[in-house]
């Protein structure tokens, strides 16, 4: 191994060069860092804003009904659903929150306009103003499938506080029929920042008086069990495409029970079909907040490769010129019966060990840099939207470009991969080297 | 060349000589630039013993530089061949005949600018695997060094900063270091002042006649030139004569 020894000797004494060839490399590895950093957290932000957010397929039709969506929900593409049974009860003893405007004459004929919109569900961290964060529990718990049979629901906390209700309580709900009622205890409550608005709303319109309950508990008030929709979540457009095949399949198995009901084949997403489905995409969060994100990862991903390259094209004209700079060294050396391959052995050793020292330097560098740097380059995670029945004003999810060792790893072998072909190309050039025509003078 | 000069055995001497270390045998080289050739050296044949202190001269361009870099294995011959104790260079392989069987003085010094004297020593004795039989390598470099005029002091300077009187030395002092059995030199006390001159020509002698070493140095000085055993001239690529003291 002298070679490696005499390889830190010209480091040593060759300063000047080695600080050159050693800003080079701060320069590459840097850049390396950032472009694996900002990859990595891409590829983490993308994974949890499709969990988050995903796509979600809504399917309606009048033969929908809870057990072809379970069957639906239980098919590959799908990584959660919700059944969805809407229905406006008039419990007797709540008091609906209302708008500031006075209600306009009209408004009064409507039966049910004092009425609470409720909603029958399996999973409230499915609804998407609770996925992407607009809606918020403030106290107790969420709905979920464990949840299915018992008489249980989530008030929003306007509603609550208006009623004087918390969690633990029981709150009286009217059947569809509005003749009977059933007593069922508050869970949870949660927080819509959607405000009520200065014009007239019916009540059961305002996010205020949504009120979720299990779905099996909405049916049990007498709303049916044909389902209003079922939404259905997967992690990507591609996924819907897939999930479109299956509901067809399901839809056409149980229509054939049955009489009327196949699924809309009319594209992704399909309007209504031929015989009263609705196959429809909701892939605008997936699309405002995953492609975003993946343009950042393969934007990344190209840097790490174009800073490969141009490290690798810069670092070989350095160590060419430097090679033919040191011929005579290099002439000596071969007088001396040193083996070739420990010449460009030395060269190598050279690079690497600056590129090390480079990576020592700019690691903790990174650990102080990437924080900051990662909430200028990647967009923020889920994000708040305007859609009605949602709630704005969420904190996003914050973004995060953190320093694992992989993530040095991945510079490590990058950065010496580099000075592995940056030094073993010119190289070539020493293997043809003759030590007389260096030497000595032709006669 | 038809008449080679080989050196002839002395017919009084009871025992065998000893079979020549090394052993060049029609010898031609020929430079080619271009469409141009230019023959160096025309069918040379020598033997070279161990033992004996062998002076090359000969007046500019008559090949004594090409001559050493064939027999030192700097390059290789365009024709005929040339063997070390019997082996053909070019079975042996020239790199490793340079790194364990020849060492080369150069008119140029050629050491190694970023290092200083004693690590031109050491390095040229870790890449020819030579080991002092006693103390370290870096103890015999200084050792050496010493022997050649150089105090530790400029042992330790890098030799850039040291005189071409005084990196001649280093030079003579890396070769001495390697531990070979041939000794190639060429115009080795031309930077030197006659005291140190005749210092290096007694290490010669002493690597010759005490440890039974081939030594061949290529010189114009006449005087260097009487102090060896043989003396190869060469003119116009041709072996001329060869003079045995």
Known sequence: ?443 | MTAAPRTPAAPARPAPPAPPVLTLSGVGHVYRDGHRARTVLQHVDLDFERGVFYSVVGPSGSGKTTLLSLASGLDSPTRGTIRFDGRDLADLGLGRYRNRHAATIFQQYNLLTYLTAVQNVTTAMEITGARPATGSRRSRALELLERVGIDREAARSRVLRLSGGQQQRVAIARALACDVDILFADEPTGSLDEETAAGIVAIFKELAHEQNRCVVVVTHNQALAAESDRVLTLRRGRVSTTRRR
């Open chain 1, 1 to 443: 191994m002298n070679f490696v020894k005499r390889a830190a000797l010209s480091l040593g004494a060759r300063k000047g060069k080695s600080a050159l060839l050693l800003g080079i490399f701060l320069l590459i590895s840097a850049l390396l860092l950032g472009g694996f950093l900002l990859r990595g957290a891409a590829e983490r932000q993308e994974a949890e804003t499709r969990r988050q957010v995903g796509v979600d397929v809504t399917v309606r039709g009048d033969g929908l009904t809870a057990d072809a969506a379970a069957l639906i929900g239980a098919t590959p593409p799908v990584v959660g659903y919700n059944p969805v049974l809407r229905g406006v009860t008039l419990p007797p003893g709540v008091t609906p929150v209302t708008a500031d405007a006075p209600e306009p004459p009209e408004a009064r004929a409507d039966p049910e306009r004092n009425g609470l919109a409720l909603t029958g569900i399996h999973d409230s961290e499915l609804l998407l103003a609770f996925a992407t964060g607009r809606a918020e529990l403030v106290a107790g718990r969420g709905l979920t499938e464990r949840d299915a049979g018992r008489d249980v629901v989530l008030l929003e906390e306007r509603l609550a506080e208006r009623n004087g209700l918390t969690v633990g309580d029981p709150v009286e709900l009217a059947a569809a029929d509005g003749e009977e009622t059933v007593a069922f205890e508050v869970v949870g409550l949660y927080r819509s920042p959607q405000h009520t608005p200065a014009q007239w709303i019916a009540p059961r319109d305002l996010v205020a008086n949504q009120l979720y309950a299990p779905v099996a508990a909405v049916s049990g008030l007498g709303f049916g069990t044909r389902l209003s929709e079922a939404v259905f979540r997967v992690e990507s457009p591609e996924a819907a495409r897939l999930l479109r095949v299956e509901v067809e399949r399901v839809l056409d198995a149980e229509g054939s029970d049955g009489p009327g009901s196949s699924a809309s084949s009319d594209g992704p997403d399909g309007p209504d079909g031929p015989d009263g489905f609705r196959f429809d995409v909701n892939d605008k969060a997936y699309q405002d907040q995953v492609r975003p994100i993946q343009r950042v990862g393969a934007f990344a991903g190209a840097l790490v490769w174009l800073i490969s390259l141009a490290g690798t094209v810069t670092l070989g004209l350095v160590v060419a010129l430097t090679i033919r700079e040191r011929r005579d060294e290099l002439g000596v050396l071969l007088s001396l019966g040193e083996r070739k391959w420990k010449l460009v052995g030395q060269h190598t050793a050279e690079v690497a060990a600056v590129a090390l020292v480079a990576l020592a330097v700019v690691a903790p560098l990174g650990l102080l840099v990437a924080p900051a740097a990662g909430t200028r380059l990647l967009p923020d995670g889920p994000e708040e939207s305007e859609e009605p029945g949602g709630a704005p004003g969420a904190e996003p999810a914050p973004t995060e470009l953190r320093m694992a060792a992989a993530d040095l790893g991945a510079v490590a072998r990058v950065a010496l991969g580099i000075s592995l072909v940056s030094t073993v190309l010119p190289g070539i050039g020493i293997l043809r080297l003759h030590p007389r025509s260096i030497l000595t003078d032709s006669e």
